[in-house]
């Protein structure tokens, strides 16, 4: 996008600075909007498994619903507790929807059409998930309220011990493409199964790390089932008890935002990205936009979470810390054992 | 002209934060300015052109490290005057730690500046493996020049690891710990069972 600022007489640092700035809003922008519609997907989805009709007044059935609740909380009272820890209680939330937003800057639409093609990709993103905890826990002490605090503790034990098993399954992901860049991730993925499928999901050494990525993906957003941090049957909200007006819609924002990331990522690392899911050219099937495939995998990867949500009752806290370092960490970690050593011997050769 | 504004920027939070830590009256405002701290210091290593280092640094050290002083110092009930209180009778080994630091500081510029040690000389080969990027030329000198210094640090890592669980972990005899396999393998039939107590009878358990 910087050459055509340049072409239009811009000097170069000007021209990358109005690339950058638009690429950054040309993500955010239909993001948020993404984000606004996925809410009223995920509550449609969930109405319809529990046999009701879900929102359908706000405009036609009910399209407009995400908007109503944003304007709603636009215009209520910012409350915060007096005996709150003023400034970080403030800052909580925006940190939360910032980290939300920043993973989305590597993230490849199409061939090329990613905001920042760094070769560190897929370790920015982790870096940047390990962020995410900051904003519960700060929010939680902050509040200086007893069931925001059990929140947050439970959200740093729980986010960290997921973050482990996810890092083990990412180096499955980047042992066979060889490249952490998340462009070159996508394209490893061409024709990987027998040259006809597009995605790593076909392999059988990473069909299981991607069922483990799916639901350390659940349990890392402290989405449904895994949704302790919000418990109300124990913690009335969780860490956003004391929350109301924009400070809450930023939490609700950012959360859904962060459900889209992981959803993302399975298209990205398990099933093609941008790719089309198979390889041979059925209808004029590479004619259709990379960035339509990307967005069909990230509603199917939705709807799955949002599936999840309406038939699975809530994990106890044990068993979720059970889940994740005896049954998921030893599992990713025989895998990388087992995924480098197959490579040893297919793509290697044997020798080091 | 933005790496410069970029390098000020970063190095002038790094200290501003770096003296916040010190400085900050109550305990979990300290380990938050830390962790603004590591992640300006991540700032200047991605200027660096260190892209690897700098994730591992918020990965390591603001993902998980920070994460767990702030758990810590949260639940921590802590009294600040009884922590002011033992200022004066420590002021003098502080000040004495302090000195040594900047005498290590004044001689570390003043060798820096009498120019650098020839440890090594760089082989041509080496620098190809440096033009590449940040995680090849690691892996490249970890396992391939270092391997055996690198495993042996993962060893000794692993025997601490095992150790302090080993030395930590008691056996309690007491507590009745939740066996899954057992209760999965569980069935209606053994759980429950049909009882028809006659009128005035109750039920024998």
Redesign the interface.
């Known amino acids: 996008m910087t050459e055509t600022f340049v072409n239009w007489g811009l000097s170069y640092d000007w021209a990358w600075f109005l690339a950058t700035v638009a690429g950054i809003l040309l993500i955010a922008l239909p993001l948020m909007l993404g984000v606004a519609m996925i809410i009223y997907a995920d509550r449609k989805i969930w109405a319809a498994m529990a046999l009701r009709r879900g929102p359908n007044v706000v405009g036609p059935w009910g399209l407009l619903q995400s908007f109503a609740d944003g304007l709603k909380v636009f215009l209520q009272e910012t409350i915060i507790p007096s005996a709150a820890n003023k400034g970080l209680f403030l800052i909580a939330p925006i940190i939360t929807f910032t980290v939300a937003l920043l993973a989305w800057a590597v993230i490849p639409f199409n061939s090329g059409a990613v905001l920042s093609d760094i070769n560190v990709g897929l370790l920015y993103v982790l870096a940047i998930s390990s962020l995410g905890v900051y904003g519960v826990v700060i929010a939680g002490w902050a509040s200086n309220s007893k069931y925001p605090f059990f929140s947050a503790m439970r959200a740093a034990a729980q986010m960290i011990s997921y973050e482990v098993s996810i890092g083990f399954i990412l180096i499955c992901v980047v042992l066979y493409a060889g490249s952490f860049n998340m462009n070159a991730i996508v394209e490893a993925q061409r024709g990987h199964g027998f040259g006809i499928v597009n995605g790593y999901w076909f392999n059988l050494l990473l069909f299981p790390m991607w069922v483990m990525f799916l639901i350390s993906g659940m349990a890392e957003t402290a989405r449904a089932p895994f949704d302790l941090t919000e418990a109300e049957s124990e913690l009335v909200a969780g860490y956003q008890t004391e929350y109301s007006s924009m400070a809450f819609a930023l939490y609700w924002l950012g959360e859904y935002a962060n459900v889209l990331l992981m959803c993302a990522l399975n298209a990205v690392l398990f099933f093609g990205g941008w790719l089309p899911p198979l390889n041979i050219d059925l209808i004029p099937w590479f004619e259709i936009p990379g960035v339509v495939w990307l967005l069909l995998k990230i509603l199917f990867f939705f709807f799955i979470f949002s599936w999840v949500k309406a038939t699975v009752p809530r994990y106890r806290y044990d068993q979720l810390m059970r889940l994740g370092w005896k049954v998921f960490l030893p599992i990713s970690l025989l895998f990388v054992v087992l995924v480098s050593g197959w490579l040893m011997i297919t793509r290697y050769g044997g020798v080091a | 002209?933005?790496q410069v504004l970029a390098f000020y920027l970063f190095a002038a939070l790094t200290i501003a934060s770096a003296v916040l830590v010190i400085s900050a009256r109550n305990p979990?405002?300290s380990v938050?300015w830390l962790?603004v701290a590591f992640f300006n210091a991540a700032g200047l290593m991605v200027l660096a052109g260190a892209?690897?280092i700098a994730?591992?640094l918020?990965?390591v050290y603001?993902?998980?490290v920070a994460?767990?002083f702030?758990?810590v110092v949260?639940?921590l009930d802590i009294d600040f005057s009884e922590l002011r209180a033992g200022f004066v009778r420590n002021f003098p080994l502080g000040l004495l730690i302090a000195l040594v630091l900047l005498a290590e500081l004044v001689f570390g510029i003043g060798a820096y500046q009498a120019g650098r040690i020839e440890l090594a000389t760089g082989t041509a080969d080496q620098v190809t493996a440096m033009a590449d990027?940040?995680?090849a030329a690691i892996g490249q000198v970890l396992?391939g020049q270092y391997l055996f210094l690198f495993e042996s640090a993962g060893i000794i890592l692993l025997v601490a690891m095992i150790g302090a669980i080993v030395l930590t972990h008691r056996d309690r005899k007491d507590t009745r710990p939740?066996n899954?396999g057992k209760q999965i393998r569980r069935r209606p039939g053994e759980a429950t069972r049909n009882v028809k107590p006659e009128i005035g009878q109750g039920v024998q358990l």
């Open positions: 002209m933005i979990v405002h938050l962790i892209e690897f994730m591992l918020v990965i603001v993902g998980a994460v767990l702030l758990f949260m639940m990027s940040n995680i396992y939740q899954i």
